[in-house]
């Protein structure tokens, strides 16, 4: 028989519980969201290609601790943004893309996509390590340079488990190289005489964060831009797949056969939303509701991120990681157009 005595919270499943009184999300949450809204409607005033409201959201989370310091009460805000709404807006990342849409790039785009990301990511692993960069920083790095930029980090870590200093340095770092990239890659599609369609997978097959991919394409016209959303939403798809293969791998270093490996069960929802997506024909107003959402919830989520670095700590990482960083960016462009040219052009 049910002990009537128990308190109603024992009867609910721990992973669902919020904190108890003493440690309210609201203030935590209310002081992400407003930062996040803030961020919203710089990113809209500056009109800035590439410039996302994600990146200025950690940069103004990040200011606000290194002015402020910590703010009393506001820690199990942060943590449940960073965990629950993250994992929440990466799922429904997956409303903006279709099988239809990933199928566009053709097999030889699609081999070309999936081979630059994998060798991306094992190759950038691999130099990291050569190099003394820590572990989980070298993987939050090559993530989001083989996929997607500051949203595959933000994945990549739910089985990293870096600490929030390490997301912070590698969205710095991926942000400032995957500019670089946006501006830099149009300059060069006449030198080596790409066609539109050829320089929009490359684009979208090598630059980092969606708003840079669509800023470098469109530069080329919107044959280059349309085949670059295109490419990047491929690549995109594939994160589901890097993030559980991570989970293996770190289960792996745990304790082989004994270890756990920490199933990312936001991964199989991120796939779902595609599957439902494609089948579904979804009403163009809850797409881009869907879409405005996930970018509110993944910015609250960077927001907490910063709230929560310590800037002496992430200067004290060093500059071997930005080395690596740069390594990987110029890895990944050479190998995504070398690839594409072999089996797409």
């Not at 500051?150 to 929030?164: E, M, P, Q, W, Y």
């Not at 670059?228 to 559980?244: E, H, Q, Y």
């Not at 797409?287 to 670095?309: H, I, N």
Request: glycine share 12%; with cysteine; charged share 10%.
């Amino acid at each position: 028989m049910m002990d009537l005595t128990m308190p109603r919270t024992a009867l609910v499943p721990r992973r669902f519980r919020l904190p108890a009184a003493d440690g309210s999300i609201l203030p935590g949450l209310a002081l992400a969201l407003g930062l996040a809204l803030l961020a919203l409607a710089l990113q809209r005033a500056a009109g800035i290609p590439g410039l996302g409201p994600m990146i200025l959201g950690v940069g103004l989370g990040i200011v606000l601790r290194t002015c402020a310091g910590p703010i009393p009460q506001t820690g199990p805000g942060l943590r449940f943004a960073m965990r629950r709404l993250l994992r929440l807006g990466i799922v429904l990342l997956g409303l903006q893309v279709t099988v239809a849409q990933v199928a566009a790039v053709g097999l030889g785009g699609l081999v070309a996509i999936t081979l630059t990301l994998a060798l991306t990511f094992v190759v950038t692993r691999a130099v990291g390590r050569a190099m003394g960069v820590d572990g989980r920083l070298c993987d939050l790095i090559a993530a989001g340079t083989a996929v997607c930029g500051a949203s595959a980090i933000l994945a990549a870590n739910t089985v990293t488990r870096g600490r929030d200093e390490d997301v912070a340095y590698a969205v710095a770092c991926i942000t400032l190289l995957g500019t670089a990239s946006m501006l830099l890659l149009p300059l060069l599609a006449a030198p080596l005489g790409l066609t539109p369609e050829i320089y929009g997978l490359w684009v979208g097959a090598s630059v980092h964060e969606v708003a840079q991919v669509v800023g470098a394409a469109f530069a080329q016209g919107d044959v280059a831009g349309q085949s670059g959303t295109v490419a990047k939403i491929a690549r995109v798809m594939l994160l589901a797949p890097l993030v559980m293969a991570m989970g293996l791998m770190a289960a792996r270093r745990g304790g082989g056969s004994t270890g756990r490996a920490p199933m990312p069960w936001f991964a199989l929802g991120f796939i779902a939303m595609i599957l439902l997506n494609s089948v579904i024909d979804l009403p163009d107003v809850l797409r881009q509701t869907t879409g405005s959402v996930t970018t509110v919830l993944l910015t609250v989520a960077l927001v907490a991120m910063g709230l929560e670095t310590d800037l002496s700590r992430l200067r004290a990482v060093g500059l071997r990681p930005l080395l690596l960083g740069v390594f990987a960016t110029l890895f990944v462009s050479a190998t995504a157009l070398v690839l594409i040219l072999l089996l797409a052009a």
